[in-house]
């Protein structure tokens, strides 16, 4: 169970986001990017695909040894307005 809630709007595209870059259905928040063997070209892809959506997020958070559930509630925190 995840340890973050990741009910807003942004966490969850971000976590949608990194599924369909890495083609897998379900991505596990407590598992690291890494860990679902994304890599630094992946990376940019998500962080690309998010800013066009005019979410701004960071390959260098990506690529950290955190949780995604803890680099989504970040993304989400740092995004105010509606969820």
Known sequence: M??????G?????????????LAI???DPSRTFQDLDGDSLSAIIVVET?????I???A???L???PLERV????????PGPR
């Open 56 to 58: 701004v997020a960071s």
């Open 60 to 62: 260098e958070a990506l």
């Open 25 to 27: 259905d379900v991505v």
């Open 2 to 7: 995840s340890e973050v809630e990741l009910d």
């Open 9 to 21: 709007r942004i966490a969850t595209r971000f976590l949608e986001v990194v599924a369909e870059t």
């Open 50 to 54: 998010l800013r066009e959506e005019g």
């Open 64 to 66: 950290s040894s955190e």
């Open 72 to 79: 989504a509630a970040r993304l989400e925190a740092s995004h």
